[in-house]
């Protein structure tokens, strides 16, 4: 995947956790996450982590819904 793929896949999961999260109160799991991006749930949590570095999100512990936006 290359970088610019990488920059619009990131900043399209970032728009659907805020979208998500005022939807439902709640931040979406890793699984729907990758479900919903046809993706892997490795995949998904390396670009969560990237979202981490970048200062738009937190992980906050290890409970599934453990995203909060920045």
């Known amino acids: 995947m290359s970088y610019t793929n990488i920059s ?3 900043r399209d999961i970032f ?3 805020k979208i998500y999260i ?3 109160g709640m931040a979406p ?3 729907e996450i990758a479900k919903e991006f046809g ?3 490795e995949r998904a ?3 969560l982590d990237i979202l981490v570095t970048d200062g738009k999100i937190r992980k906050t512990n ?3 819904r453990n995203i ?3």
């Open 8 to 10: 619009i896949r990131k």
């Open 15 to 17: 728009a659907y956790l």
């Open 22 to 24: 005022k939807k439902h």
């Open 29 to 31: 799991t890793l699984n």
């Open 39 to 41: 993706i892997s749930r």
């Open 45 to 47: 949590n390396q670009i």
């Open 62 to 64: 290890d409970a599934a």
């Open 68 to 70: 909060e936006l920045l």
